[in-house]
Nanobody, 124 residues
Framework: QVQLVESGGGLVQAGGSLRLSCAAS????????MAWFRQAPGKEREFVVG????????TYADPVKGRFTISRDNAKNTVHLQMNSLRPEDTALYYC?????????????????WGQGTQVTVSS
């Protein structure tokens, strides 16, 4: 059974940093794609960033470019999201997602596996 478990969320002031982690178990995604999505109250789930293969290819959503950095530790089957210069509009429930397919999709429908989410709250 595949499981994705997120950690690292919390409350931070604007301008601060957080580091999210997503640990996968049950299978590896070294040849696939892992991504982070987020969903704020009253809004649809949106793509944040994706990383493909062993980390040679990444795609960032425009609102987070230059502030967020995704990385993966394939030996530990884990993905990290370093979030710097956080803004109140980054407040959301952040989800880890994974697909065995090497792709560039920013659509949630492209991912087979999802974590339960970790809350990030940025105060002004």
């Amino acid at each position: 059974q595949v499981q994705l478990v997120e950690s690292g969320g919390g409350l931070v002031q604007a301008g601060g940093s957080l580091r999210l982690s997503c640990a996968a178990s049950g299978r590896t995604f070294r040849s696939g794609t892992m991504a982070w999505f987020r969903q704020a109250p009253g809004k649809e789930r949106e793509f944040v960033v994706g990383i493909r293969g062993i980390g040679e290819s990444t795609t960032y959503a425009d609102p987070v470019k230059g502030r967020f950095t995704i990385s993966r530790d394939n030996a530990k089957n884990t993905v990290h999201l370093q979030m710097n210069s956080l803004r109140p509009e980054d407040t959301a429930l952040y989800y880890c997602a994974a697909s065995p397919t090497y792709g560039t999709t920013e659509s949630a429908s492209g991912y087979n596996y999802w974590g339960q989410g970790t809350q990030v709250t940025v105060s002004s």
